[in-house]
T-cell receptor, first 114, second 109 residues
Framework: DTGVSQDPRHKITKRGQNVTFRCDPISEHNRLYWYRQTLGQGPEFLTYFQNEAQLEKSRLLSDRFSAERPKGSFSTLEIQRTEQGDSAMYLCASSPPGANQPQHFGDGTRLSIL | GQQLNQSPQSMFIQEGEDVSMNCTSSSIFNTWLWYKQDPGEGPVLLIALYKAGELTSNGRLTAQFGITRKDSFLNISASIPSDVGIYFC?????????FGTGTSLTVIP
């Protein structure tokens, strides 16, 4: 299966720790997105990459959050000094070139802050 | 951000019944997407709509792009237990995608 892959699937950490998540998109997809999803809500957009360039960031992405996609393939999302409110599912999605192409999602990383 | 209102919020139906749900907005969009999400998994694309008035089917699922471009509808015929999950509509705006709050479907065998 060559779908979107996310690692780890679950992360439990203490408040104040740093965490890093990885996303491997579908190989021919040049667009990559990060979302956050809390219980009972739809995914909320965090940031968007086209190839290695980070072209858009949501105001939800505070300065404790940073995302990279150094070679235009996999991406990482780091959260520094985690807070209880960071507990959520973090979803990655990718899409092929072209406007309004549907996104294909990974199964997410569930983050729990103790 | 964009406000996508999904209705109903939740549904409890008997196996075999048909299901209808919708998504509305005050803004006009050129694309409407429908996703299904199972617990602990990411959303899976069901149907993509690109033209006002378009009616597209995927097996027992049929979705329509509203003629006003401000809404979309999803119908599921002859529901089965594996239809259980949360259904989201989504629209692209620039480089962002906005999702509705979802319709939770429970199918009673």
């Amino acid at each position: 299966d060559t779908g979107v892959s996310q690692d780890p699937r679950h992360k439990i950490t203490k408040r104040g720790q740093n965490v890093t998540f990885r996303c491997d998109p579908i190989s021919e997809h040049n667009r990559l997105y990060w979302y956050r999803q809390t219980l009972g809500q739809g995914p909320e957009f965090l940031t968007y990459f086209q190839n290695e360039a980070q072209l858009e960031k949501s105001r939800l992405l505070s300065d404790r959050f940073s995302a990279e996609r150094p070679k235009g393939s996999f991406s990482t999302l780091e959260i520094q000094r985690t807070e209880q409110g960071d507990s959520a599912m973090y979803l990655c999605a990718s899409s092929p070139p072209g406007a309004n192409q549907p996104q294909h999602f990974g199964d997410g990383t569930r983050l729990s802050i103790l | 951000g964009q406000q996508l209102n999904q209705s109903p919020q939740s549904m409890f139906i008997q196996e075999g019944e048909d299901v209808s749900m919708n998504c509305t907005s005050s803004s006009i969009f050129n694309t409407w997407l429908w996703y299904k999400q199972d617990p602990g998994e990411g959303p899976v694309l069901l149907i993509a709509l690109y033209k006002a008035g378009e009616l597209t089917s995927n097996g027992r699922l049929t979705a329509q792009f509203g003629i006003t471009r401000k809404d979309s509808f999803l119908n599921i015929s002859a529901s089965i237990p594996s239809d259980v999950g949360i259904y989201f509509c989504a629209v692209p705006t620039g480089n962002q995608f906005y999702f509705g709050t979802g319709t939770s479907l429970t199918v009673i065998p």
